[in-house]
């Protein structure tokens, strides 16, 4: 006698599939549209098109919306399935937090009193 038992196989879902599925589940927990939630999570509200449309987004992008579903995630809804939630995510500074720039410097002044 030969006993089968329901295995379900979760496939490894990339990045593109894993961001579109928390957008939407979490757009039908709270009813709120994707363009809301990208506006939310990344203050762009087309990112999720642009994903869905088949562009990228950098790593820190990525880690950054992940980060804000978790965050924001509602108590009583279960996370999706082939999607890993992340504990606790490295910080991810943007570029511009990290660039250094030099001060302004005066131009001289015209002998002549005109600007230069």
Known sequence: MTVRRNIR??????Y???LI???EEYGRST??????????????????K?????KGCSVDTY???????ADHWPPDLKWPDGVDRPKVLPTCPS????????????SPAHPEGRAA
Do not use: C, H, Y
């Open 9 to 14: 196989i979760i496939a490894p879902m990339d």
């Open 31 to 48: 009813g709120l549209s994707e363009a809301r939630i990208a506006t939310l999570a990344q203050n762009q509200g087309v990112f999720f």
């Open 50 to 54: 642009r994903i869905r449309d088949g």
């Open 21 to 23: 599925t928390l957008a």
């Open 63 to 69: 880690l950054k919306v992940k980060a804000w579903f």
């Open 16 to 18: 593109r599939t894993q």
């Open 95 to 106: 570029l511009e937090s990290q660039r250094v720039r030099s001060p302004r410097r005066k």
